[in-house]
Nanobody
């Protein structure tokens, strides 16, 4: 059974940093795409960053230059380094891992940025 578990969220002041981790388990081989989405209260879930198995990366325009996604396939883990955080980054951050055409989601980790 595939499980995806996020960690690393918390409360920080604007300008601060956080590093999110996402561990995906339950597959013999590494996952294909891994990525992060976020959802603020009353808003839809939006993509933050995606990294393919081959290392191709895409970011949402709102986080370019501030967030960095990476992955360690030996650990089936993805990371999201978030710097220069803004109050508008406040959201529940979800990780997903894709394999055989299926996206497996975690339950999310809360990030709160105060001004």
């Amino acid at each position: 059974q595939v499980q995806v578990v996020e960690s690393g969220g918390g409360s920080v002041q604007a300008g601060g940093s956080l590093r999110l981790s996402c561990v995906a388990s339950g597959m013999v081989f590494s996952f294909n795409d891994m990525g992060w989405y976020r959802q603020a209260p009353g808003k839809q879930r939006d993509v933050v960053a995606i990294i393919t198995k081959g290392g191709i990366i895409n970011y949402a325009d709102s986080v370019k230059g501030r967030f960095t996604i990476s992955r360690d396939d030996a650990k089936n883990t993805a990371y999201l380094q978030m710097n220069s955080l803004k109050p508008e980054d406040t959201a529940l951050y979800y990780c997903y891992a894709q394999k055989y055409g299926t996206n497996y989601w975690g339950r999310g980790t809360q990030v709160t940025v105060s001004s």
